[in-house]
């Protein structure tokens, strides 16, 4: 394993406080219990979002706290659960007044701590469970993972929440958008994760896994490395059965990368894409590519599809100010 | 190999096409000659600001094209350099009038090619070089490399381009800029280019390459693997010797991955290097921390510092808005 780092016990520690003071105009670290939230401001009463999750997947999601987005994120180690401790501890710095909002990646260790840390909350408080990812059975015994998808949530939640919507409001909107949402990845090479040292799976120099989660999971199976071109219509072929796409639907397409793949590359798959929906009659109206829900450095990517209306255009295009995502 | 890919000889064109469709809204893509530049707009007559070179460096430099920046880049194939006709292209669809700034690596091959359409060039126009790799001796036969620097260039001249300054006072901002800034990196891995299809070199699981080029080029010395407080020390010792940095001294910090090093690991570095100028008084006020100039999957990063004084800091936090950097 190479990596620049000290020790792997405070990797994270040591990169939550740098990110912290290279982005001091807009978020503040606590340490104990860890957590990220909105630099003070002068902000109006508002619905408290938080979010939280393993590390390992920067910038999701402290790189989204900020104006217009989260209100606070709760980092765990590298791909292990957050604490209801750091959940508790940013619930106390950043809610106002009108409630707090969780967005739960759906993961069993994280859906546990949000449920402890929500019923010692005396607050009004509500929860949105992202699953977007469609590579497993939408009656998968643990239901389906969140994904690259959660960032669209929390952009589209984030809009409203800040332009006043109410806490039912917020959570009836993540929940619109979760169900608007689709995505499905492969991977080309596993990641490593710095306290395990060596990479978490195999795959041969000819093989990709087709369906593969955020964290190295196995996904659907093992499969032949193919062209790019019928990769990308093999993932968008199962996003468009689910989602049950229709020429003339508008929608938001989000080529994730998952850390170690060239943005040359993320550019070229976003393109074939984009043609494949082109030649369906499918609008893709509005876009993001790059790496924003990452694996470390496993190299690959995700597509993710949000079937848009009006409503969800202007949430998107709403104004936002964090460190990794702004317009 | 393993590549999202269709063919090594389609991917920069497939990947500027989706570059272009993702980003319509601040860039237009011309094939044929290869460029990029600024979606229409009423713009007051401006310096036309180009840069360009291999590509494998992105979001360097089409993802610096737009308001606040770039007028044009001129892609060459992975680690290439543009042609003439290119630059000339491109010059005809963005020169307004006030005359053309180049902003060019110092390479041979981009040189040389700059240097050729320049002589081509009818209007006014004049070049900046930028030569911020301190890991090489300033008397280097062909001088030292431009690298992560460069972005430091383009966005504090293109700021002061888009505020009105002339060709002159462009071309004397960007050599200041240039002088003030130093840089070195280390990478951990090789990168592999599509078109070689294996690493570009061979580093052992213990080492690394101390002083590394952006293309994977052997740097001062290969060196056994260290933690990153003493790899980042190590690094900023030389830019403090070259830049001679004293006490008090205002400085942007600049921690730029090389494509495959996580996030989480270049914060944790930027919280290092922040700590080695704070210790010595150095204040660091403005910083940027991410992928900018990249060497396709290499896993490493570089550290830049550029000496700031109230006028570059003005000009550092004009708005921008391209596709990858925007404020």
């Not at 795959?203 to 071109?229: N, Q, S, W, Y």
């Amino acid at each position: 394993m190479k990596k620049l780092i000290n020790n792997v016990d405070d990797l994270l520690t040591d990169s939550l406080k740098g990110f912290a003071r290279a982005h001091q105009d807009i978020v503040r670290f606590n340490a104990q219990p860890a957590f990220i939230s909105r630099a003070p401001s002068t902000v109006q009463t508002k619905v408290a979002l938080i979010s939280g999750g393993g590390a390992g997947h920067e910038p999701l999601h402290a790189g989204l706290v900020g104006t217009g987005m989260l209100d606070a994120a709760c980092p765990g180690q590298i791909f292990t659960s957050p604490s209801p401790d750091q959940m508790m501890a940013a619930v106390e710095a950043v809610d106002n007044g009108a409630g707090v909002l969780f967005i739960v990646k759906n993961y069993a260790g994280d859906v546990m701590n949000f449920e402890i840390a929500a019923e010692m909350i005396e607050g009004e408080h509500a929860t949105v469970l992202v699953c977007d990812d469609v590579s497993l059975p939408a009656d998968h015994s643990t239901g389906r993972r969140g994904v690259a998808g959660t960032l669209i949530v929390e952009k589209m939640v984030g809009a409203a929440a800040e332009a006043g919507a109410d806490l039912n409001a917020c959570q009836a909107l993540g929940e619109r958008v979760n169900k608007a949402t689709a995505s499905i990845g492969v991977a080309l090479t596993s990641c490593t994760v710095p306290a395990l040292g060596k990479p978490t799976f195999e795959l041969a120099e000819d093989e990709m896994e087709f369906g593969v989660g955020i964290h190295g999971e196995r996904g659907r199976e093992t499969l032949p490395l193919k062209p790019a071109g019928e990769i990308v219509a093999d993932l968008a072929a199962v996003i468009e059965a689910e989602l049950n796409i229709k020429s003339g639907q508008q929608v938001l397409l989000h080529i994730n990368g998952f850390g170690g793949t060239p943005l040359i590359e993320l550019y070229a798959v976003y393109d074939l894409a984009a043609q494949y929906w082109q030649a369906r009659g499918v609008e893709v109206v509005r876009s993001l590519v790059g790496n924003y829900t990452t694996s470390l450095d496993m190299a690959g990517c995700s597509i993710t599809v949000t079937l848009l209306d009006n409503t969800l255009i202007e949430l998107w295009d709403a104004p936002v100010h964090t460190a990794n995502l702004r317009w």
